[in-house]
């Protein structure tokens, strides 16, 4: 004899697999095209931004940006902060600029990096900013940023084809900043 008992619990089984699958599907795809895409897009037509890579990573959400001679640190940055506020929210974010440096970039910063710690943490900026012009001179660098706002510190060098482009945070204790110079939104 059949027995109608195990062909309902397949069926209900079924029913609430493919339910799950729908849902989750449906989130996925409501977040990728009214969040994700949307939030690239309005990136992408900030001037000198070239490709944004969306990474969602535990409880963050990570923006990873390539960029081009045209991008400016302090104005573009801003304007990509201020995106992202609108677009994500409530959740939590970084900013992550992906910069190119060569050996001489990279030992520049290394000599920079007391000088600019040591002025975020006494506040003393118009020193900070002597000093570290006073190092870039002496790498005959002439293309060069530093600014800063009631929220962070900006840092754009260029040489070449190479160039770094940093964002330090006047607001998180110097133990909370990360080495990528990536900031919390």
Same mark, same amino acid.
């Given at each position: 004899?059949?027995? #109608? ?7 209900? !089984? ?6 799950? %699958? @729908?849902?989750?599907?449906? +989130? ?18 900030i001037e000198g931004v070239e490709e944004v890579v969306f990474n969602e990573q535990k %409880?963050?959400?990570? !923006?990873?940006?390539?960029? @081009? ?5 302090? @104005? ?7 995106? %992202? ?34 002025? !975020? ?10 000093? /570290? ?14 600014? /800063?706002?009631?929220?962070?510190? #900006?840092?754009?060098? +260029? ?5 770094? #482009? ?5 607001? !998180? ?5 990360? %080495? ?6």
């Amino acid at each position: 004899m059949f027995d #109608y008992g195990n062909l309902r619990v397949k069926i209900i !089984l079924v029913v609430i697999i493919l339910s799950l %699958a @729908t849902f989750l599907g449906g +989130r996925y795809l409501f977040g990728q095209y009214r969040v994700e895409q949307p939030l690239i897009n309005n990136i992408m037509e900030i001037e000198g931004v070239e490709e944004v890579v969306f990474n969602e990573q535990k %409880a963050e959400i990570v !923006l990873e940006l390539e960029i @081009t001679e045209g991008f400016n640190i302090f @104005t573009d940055y801003n304007k990509v902060e201020s995106i %992202a506020e609108e677009m994500l929210a409530d959740s939590t974010f970084s900013i992550v600029i992906n910069d190119k440096p060569d050996l001489q970039l990279e030992e520049l910063l290394k000599e920079i990096h007391f000088p600019l710690f040591e002025g !975020l943490s006494t506040h003393q900026y118009s020193e900070m900013k002597l000093q /570290i012009e006073k190092i870039i001179a002496g790498y005959n660098i002439e293309d060069y940023q530093i600014n /800063i706002d009631d929220k962070n510190l #900006y840092l754009q060098i +260029r040489q070449g084809d190479h160039f770094i #482009y940093r964002t330090f945070s006047r607001l !998180l204790p110097l133990n909370n900043q990360k %080495a990528g110079g990536e900031n919390s939104g």
